[in-house]
């Protein structure tokens, strides 16, 4: 077979990239997005489907591209039988929940801002679950925090609906935080982040002293994203997402990403006192609280929200047990989780949806109205509460078998066959309440709507699911004896131990114990009500909404007192303060400085020139800050410190920079003509004696302190990089212009970063700037109108007959870029000068006339050029942004250089002229919506 059919990452992105296909979609039909996304998650499936025999061959696929070797971060994918089993529940009950969500959604609804989310979402939990890096996994595991918080607040009119998002995103991201932490501490010791390495590590990584630390951090994102307590409150509050959301991430993702790590780090983490403690301990106060506030619930989502809490803690417990056996049967449950809770949510789901209410007080006798949901919703709580012939049966047979062999660990394990029992019969409880107070127990009470079975297409997921229950319940081995197999063996591994899924073992102790849980749980359900009054009597409601609420204020409280004190609404006093603490520093570290303060490097002498240059920079600088109440004077003296440096630059033989710099100046010295337009034109002169004192008593001191360092810096022998730069500019980067070589090769993903930046900070003004409506002052500061004729013909003609000129000397610039002074950057300023020069000299409408192209596309496909160059890099097995050149003889020209950089520069022109265009074509748009209601206010 070929592997290379395979690709890895393509199932993980293809989610990401049907995402806004989804939602664009649904603007010629609404129903048009639930098709994308089927299709988009069919897609993924199918090209899973090549490399599904692979880990059933006892093969693990690993696909890997480098991408910053120097700390260990690749981009890498990993398919082995526990990838490949969460990956089928992701997709398979993504499915399933996506023809769901087209009947569930009202036509109030957006569907396409819906299964864009979900899409989103489906990607992060794919990624987490296929990454072989570990640094990757996290980025994955974030990107679910932030998925799951547009989800759970999709309907953003809700109050609880925002607030449960937010809660969801704190924790699970505060978890992130700490797991990220802990990753790199794992990668540290076990010198890679990349799983293979790490998985066979176990032994070294137990024994280290930052083991438990690291332990600790790892367990903190797990519980946080698992809802273990004392992380549990937040998973109940994302109830307030639509109902395919919640059966979503309760069955097959966001909090299956906490079990998933428990799985995957278990032959690494498992095996220690520490971990028991830990994993176990959290999972059994969880499965018990679970089930217990379960029952109590009179929403039909809450109860289920809390019934998941208890699974979660059952599961997590097996996987603390640390035993072979026990991690079987925590991974049977999680499949069988997955299809009676998808399915029990769904049914909730129905219910409000052609009920109009989720209140089991109100919800009765619901049997005689929907008897074909009333028989699935009985089939999938008889499973959950382990009912024999139902797959929930076997694994729960399986968990009080491994309970019984931990009983025997210690002198107190013994209560752990009892614990568990008790939960167990809190689940029967809670489940029997589930199927008798809704389908049974007399007649609806208040109800908004009469109810009815929802269409047919609804029930065809819940349908599938119901199936499977009953299908592995009484053919285990069949339905799921080979991918469990090949799961297991991916979590410990080593080969799977022998296990059994018997429908009958024989009378034995875990069976006794079932008949027990069986019995109690009747009977308490049967006296529920004297249960309900001792409870709302007896124990005391806590909310934990109200305490995080309250922890959240008091952060917020404090983090606005810090802010005022440092920041009083002054650029002066906040600059002070930045000013004093490097000043602080600074003397801090001469103080610690015991050689002398200047070394004994020859410096250069002080020619004429040199010595002019800094004079008029030192004299520039000095009027700017005196005159700076006078802005344009200001705006100018600013202009030359900028000119005066560019000409240091081209004294000291830095080119590149020079023409930077001076393209820099002309953009910025024209933006900053066209802001000052709307404001005064004079500042008000600082009055007070006291704080002139202070800022230039800081200023000097900073100013001094600068100096000082410079000189001991450059008058000591030192080692530059430049060197390395120098000499493998030509030979690594093909290149003779070592600066340009340098972003677009060596620092390439630094230059990415920047242009992504310069494209937001574009965006974010033009957003800024779009529609606003700001009156220019009608005159002078000497009271003379302003021109009505802001175009003079002259300068039209004059621009027209530039333009051509200024355009070809960009191109020129750009293509010599590589090997003389120039490049995207310069190419795109000077390029974007051009053309602001015909809005300045002709109008907006006229020019907007001839230049149809909208910026947004220009700043896309130059972001898109830049991260194809990275891929296409990758994709050829090298690391993210390498660059390749050969040279070519071409008829009459000759030799020819051609650079896969020139791509990546071309997507930097792009962003540049695009950025820049965007941000002063909107301010002088600002400016000529201020001049036509003028001109319309003296007409």
């Excluded at 800081?698 to 001094?704: E, L, M, P, W």
Aim: overall charge neutral; hydrophobic content about 55%.
């Amino acid at each position: 077979m070929n592997l290379l059919a395979v690709n890895l990452p393509l199932i993980v992105l293809i989610p990401f990239a049907g995402a806004p296909l989804a939602a664009w979609v649904t603007r010629y039909n609404r129903l048009a997005s639930a098709w994308a996304a089927s299709l988009i998650t069919l897609l993924s499936l199918l090209l899973l489907l090549p490399a599904i025999q692979l880990p059933f061959n006892d093969q693990v696929l690993i696909q890997q591209w480098s991408w910053m070797p120097s700390i260990g971060l690749d981009f890498a994918f990993r398919l082995d039988g526990l990838a490949l089993l969460f990956t089928l529940l992701i997709l398979l009950i993504g499915l399933l929940v996506i023809l769901y969500a087209r009947y569930y959604l009202s036509p109030a609804d957006s569907m396409g801002r819906f299964f864009s989310y979900l899409l989103m979402f489906m990607g992060s939990m794919l990624g987490i679950v296929l990454s072989e890096n570990l640094i990757q996994l996290v980025i994955f595991w974030e990107l679910t925090s932030l998925t799951s918080f547009l989800l759970i607040s999709y309907w953003q009119h809700q109050q609880d609906a925002r607030d449960g998002a937010r809660m969801a995103l704190a924790v699970t991201g505060a978890g992130g935080l700490a797991m990220l932490a802990g990753v790199i501490m794992l990668g540290q010791m076990a010198g890679s982040y990349n799983l293979s390495q790490v998985l066979t590590a176990g032994d070294m990584i137990r024994q280290h002293e930052w083991y438990l630390p690291m332990l600790m951090l790892i367990l903190l994102g797990v519980f946080t994203k698992s809802a273990q307590f004392p992380f549990h409150f937040w998973l109940p509050h994302a109830m307030a997402a639509p109902t395919p959301v919640s059966a979503y991430l309760h069955s097959a993702t966001m909090v299956k990403a906490g079990i998933f790590m428990l799985a995957r780090l278990f032959p690494v983490l498992s095996g220690t006192e520490a971990w028991s403690w830990l994993v176990g301990g959290a999972g059994m106060f969880t499965m018990v609280l679970g089930a217990y506030t379960a029952l109590f619930k009179h929403d039909l989502k809450g109860l289920l929200a809390y019934s998941t809490i208890s699974h979660l803690g059952l599961i997590t417990l097996l996987f603390g047990f640390g035993t072979q056996l026990a991690a079987v049967a925590a991974i049977f449950h999680i499949i069988n989780h997955a299809t009676f809770k998808a399915s029990l949510f769904m049914v909730a789901g129905i219910i409000d949806h052609e009920s109009g209410s989720r209140d089991m007080r109100k919800l009765n006798g619901l049997f005689k109205y929907m008897p074909h949901t009333a028989l699935l919703a009985m089939i999938a709580a008889a499973a959950m509460a382990g009912v024999p012939l139902l797959n929930g049966f076997l694994s729960k047979e399986m968990f009080f078998d491994q309970a019984l062999h931990a009983s025997g660990t210690n002198s107190l394990a013994w209560a752990i066959p009892v614990v568990v029992t008790l939960g167990a019969v809190f689940s029967v409880a809670y489940s029997l309440r589930f199927i008798h107070d809704v389908f049974f127990n007399g007649e609806p009470r208040g109800l908004p709507k009469t109810p009815h079975e929802p269409p047919r297409f609804m029930k065809i997921p819940v349908d599938i699911l119901v199936v499977l229950c009953l299908g592995v319940g009484m053919a285990p081995m069949l339905l799921v004896g080979p991918i469990l197999s090949v799961a297991v063996a991916g979590s410990l591994q080593v080969t799977p131990p022998q296990f059994s899924l018997a429908i009958w073992h024989g009378f034995s102790l875990p069976l006794l114990m079932s008949f027990i849980a069986m019995s109690l749980g009747i009977t308490i359900y049967c006296f529920r009500e004297k249960l309900f009054r001792w409870h709302d009597t007896n124990l005391p409601r806590v909310d934990a909404r109200v305490m995080f609420n309250a922890v959240l204020h008091g952060l917020l409280v404090s983090a606005g007192r810090i802010t005022r004190f440092f920041d009083r609404g002054s650029l002066q006093h906040a600059a002070s303060w930045i000013l004093f603490t490097a000043v602080a520093a600074a003397l801090y570290g001469f103080s610690q400085f015991d050689s002398p303060l200047l070394g004994n490097r020859t410096l250069l002498d002080i020619d004429g020139v040199t010595l002019s240059m800094a004079a008029a920079l030192m004299l520039a600088c000095l009027l700017t800050v005196l005159l700076h109440h006078q802005r344009l004077v200001a705006l100018i003296t600013v202009g030359v410190v900028g000119l005066i440096i560019s000409l240091g630059f081209v004294k000291f033989s830095a080119p590149d920079l020079a023409l930077t710099q001076l393209s820099v100046e002309v953009v910025t010295i024209v933006l900053l003509l066209l802001a000052l337009f709307f404001l005064p034109q004079h500042t008000s002169q600082e009055r007070s004696r006291k704080r002139l004192s202070r800022d230039l008593i800081i200023s000097t001191a900073a100013g001094i302190g600068v100096m000082l360092l410079a000189m001991a810096v450059m008058s000591r022998d030192y080692m530059p990089i430049s060197g390395f730069f120098l000499d493998n500019s030509k030979p690594g980067g093909g290149g003779s212009n070592v600066v340009n070589v340098i972003l677009v090769d060596f620092r390439g993903f630094d230059t990415m970063g920047e242009i992504v930046v310069l494209a937001l900070a574009g965006l974010g003004i033009f957003a800024m700037l779009q529609n606003l409506q700001l009156l220019a002052p009608p005159s002078d500061i000497e009271g003379r109108e302003w021109s009505h004729d802001p175009h003079p013909p002259i300068m039209q003609t004059l621009t027209r007959l530039l333009f051509p000129l200024m355009l070809l000397v960009a191109v020129f610039i750009f293509l010599r870029g590589h090997n003389l002074p120039g490049g995207g950057f310069i190419a795109g300023l000077i390029a974007a000068v051009a053309l602001i020069s015909q809005y300045l000299a002709n109008g907006i409408a006229w020019t907007n006339a001839r230049i149809k192209v909208d910026m947004h596309w220009i700043i896309g496909f130059g972001l898109m050029a830049a991260v194809i160059t990275g891929v296409v890099s990758m994709l050829l097995a090298y690391p993210f942004l390498t660059s390749a050149f050969t040279y070519l003889h071409w008829p009459l020209v000759g030799k020819f250089e051609v650079a896969s950089a020139i791509a990546f520069d071309l997507g930097v022109f792009l962003v540049v002229v695009g950025a820049t265009v965007l941000i002063l074509v909107e301010l002088g748009k600002l400016s000529h919506a201020s001049h036509h209601i003028q001109q319309q206010e003296h007409e």
